[in-house]
């Protein structure tokens, strides 16, 4: 696969180590930021462009037509929307960025561009859920509806010993999983959960504040 970056920083970079490590593709990297470029160069078997992409000639340089997709990493919604208009005008047919302001992000639907939230609302919204429900571990987000959480069982948990049919899980709840001494059990309604337990909870977003304070409580 033909794969064109577009910003060398810490998101286009990793992108890069793993396109790279695959061994499957060739990747262009494009960058202002000359120390960049020559930092892609020296790690990493990708050709770096120390070039604007906003400009069509650094684009042709690219040999942009010839790409299967053209990623966008940059931290400006509006350098990544622009060379995605170029990129879309010379064929290219699959696009991806980063959104970086929430506001943006119907533009880029409207290009028919694949979106993926920046890192730093991600590590946000991350932090925020952890400050809400410190016992929760993980979270992840399942569309825009319900979000899979984990969550251990205290050792003075009042569910010890419980069977999940008799804890009482909210409506629109549901544990799909639970880890035991390194072992992974898909449950049904009668297995019993124990302290040192980890559940693995899908739940609607409304229900998502209500299924914690049950299992904190």
Do not use: W
């Not at 998101?11 to 790279?20: N, S």
């Not at 650094?58 to 931290?75: G, N, P, Q, R, Y």
Request: charged letters at 30%.
């Amino acid at each position: 696969m033909f794969i064109v970056i577009v910003g060398a920083g810490g998101i286009g970079k990793r992108l890069t180590e793993m396109a790279i490590k695959e061994g499957k593709h060739n990747v262009i990297v494009i960058d202002k930021n000359q120390e960049r470029c020559e930092e892609i160069a020296r790690k990493y078997d990708a050709v770096a462009i120390n070039a604007d992409a906003t400009q069509e000639d650094t684009l042709d340089e690219s040999e942009i037509k010839k790409a299967d997709v053209l990623v966008t990493t940059t931290k400006d919604d509006a350098v990544n929307l622009m060379v995605i208009s170029l990129a879309k005008n010379k064929g290219v047919k699959h696009l991806v960025s980063v959104v970086n302001q929430e506001e943006s992000k119907p533009m880029y639907i409207e290009k028919n561009v694949k979106t993926v939230k920046s890192p730093n609302v991600v590590m946000a919204e991350q932090l925020y859920k952890s400050i809400k429900h410190p016992t929760v571990e993980e979270y992840m987000n399942v569309g825009k509806y319900a979000e899979i959480f984990r969550i251990p069982i205290a050792p003075d948990s009042k569910f010890s010993g419980k069977t999940i049919k008799k804890i009482g899980l909210p409506k629109k709840s549901l544990i799909v999983a639970i880890e035991r001494d390194h072992k992974f059990i898909i449950p049904t309604d009668d297995v019993e959960l124990f302290s040192g337990d980890k559940a693995t909870i899908l739940a609607h977003k409304d229900q998502v504040d209500r299924v914690a304070a049950l299992f904190s409580g």
